[in-house]
């Protein structure tokens, strides 16, 4: 990158063709068909829902975005020397479910003073969030040079080339908590399988605390959780006509305290039909009935410590807030 150049050009690139519809339509079969009924969380972000999500990054209860944000602020430079610190070596960051890289951006200003070459190479489901990623970190660090990947991180898990320098691998954001523990180990396990000695993962995990703090963040006052899980039958509506009528289903959250995990769901408010002609299917919906669309596992250093552990890193160094709401962990692969 030329340090004269205004605007860096970059072309998002689609791993294996991400066919949204094909891939809503599965999701629809799958999870609607079964009792108790289910939606996965990446449906939640299409233009819409990534417009909603940031919403809730800034609502007061939503403490995890601004305590990760805040530690992120405190700890960038000792972040990035901690993953290596010979500086002539260019770093590459690998970020899970980026989104807008609203924080990405902290870590990579304190990449961009300690290394000469700084490589940013997001991956997100959703195009809308990563070309607001791109957008921002391109005008905020003309130098660092961006790679961006429309991808299903799950289904599609990214491959790195070969590189002459070191990776972080970036997963915050709490996204790991989206998944059960099984799939929690398959993500960071097919990870691990894309890095070398030296490389390191930055994990961020909200950790468990009292059920109210936890309960009031999914379940706002102004009611903008509510509608970012209620986007997601917008988006069956918009994306495969579906015929939903959303004032008859109703948000609600629960404390699973067995799993140590929040969830979504949406609660039919009636009986009721609804048709989902792309995926040709009709459901009836019984009063009360819901459907779960999405988990937020909580952590604890105990948790955490055997995830990791299973997945093939080892510990380095963690980081959290003086409350100890929210932990970013640095480990490494030795
Ligand atoms: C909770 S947001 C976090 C965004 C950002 N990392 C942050 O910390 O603010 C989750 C992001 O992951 C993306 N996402 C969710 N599931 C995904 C998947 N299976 N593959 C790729 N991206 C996914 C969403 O589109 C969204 O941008």
Redesign the pocket.
């Known amino acids: 990158m030329n340090a004269t150049t205004d605007f860096q050009i970059f072309e998002t690139k689609s791993l294996a063709p991400l066919d949204a519809r094909e891939a809503l339509i599965d999701e629809v079969w799958r999870g609607l068909r079964k009792r108790p009924r289910s939606l996965?969380?990446?449906m939640?972000?299409d233009a819409e829902?990534?417009r909603l999500?940031e919403c809730i990054?800034t609502l007061p209860e939503y403490y995890p975005?601004r305590t990760?944000r805040d530690i992120l602020a405190s700890y960038a430079e000792e972040i990035v020397t901690a993953v290596g610190s010979d500086y002539s070596r260019p770093l590459r960051l690998l970020?899970?479910?980026?989104?807008?890289?609203?924080?990405?951006g902290i870590l990579l200003r304190a990449a961009t003073r300690l290394r000469n070459e700084v490589i940013y190479f997001p991956?997100?489901?959703?195009s809308d969030?990563l070309d607001a990623a791109c957008d921002s970190i391109g005008c905020l660090l003309p130098d660092v040079q961006l790679q961006p990947l429309v991808?299903?991180?799950?289904?599609h898990p990214p491959k790195l080339e070969r590189f002459g320098g070191n990776t972080l691998a970036?997963y915050?954001?709490?996204?790991i908590g989206?998944f059960s523990p099984e799939e929690a180990r398959i993500i960071l396990r097919n990870l691990r399988s894309q890095l070398r000695t030296g490389d390191a993962l930055l994990l961020?995990t909200d950790m468990v605390k009292d059920v109210a703090t936890l309960m009031r963040a999914y379940d706002d006052r102004d009611g903008v959780t509510a509608a970012f899980n209620l986007n997601i039958l917008h988006r069956l509506n918009r994306d495969l006509g579906a015929n939903f009528d959303t004032d008859c289903f109703r948000h609600r959250v629960r404390w699973n305290r067995v799993q140590l995990r929040i969830e979504m769901h949406l609660e039919s408010t009636c009986d009721q039909c609804v048709d989902i002609p792309a995926a040709e299917l009709s459901i009836q919906f019984a009063a009360f009935e819901t459907i779960h669309t999405e988990s937020s596992y909580k952590f604890t250093q105990k948790t955490l410590g055997a995830l990791l552990e299973d997945a093939g890193f080892t510990i380095k160094q963690s980081w959290t807030d003086p409350r100890r709401l929210y932990a970013l962990t640095l480990a490494v692969v030795q």
Do not use: C, H, Q, R
């Open positions: 996965v969380p990446w939640l972000y829902g990534s999500f990054t975005m990760e970020e899970l479910g980026a989104g807008t890289a609203a924080k990405t991956v997100d489901v959703s969030a991808a299903n991180y799950v289904t970036m915050i954001g709490s996204s989206n961020g």
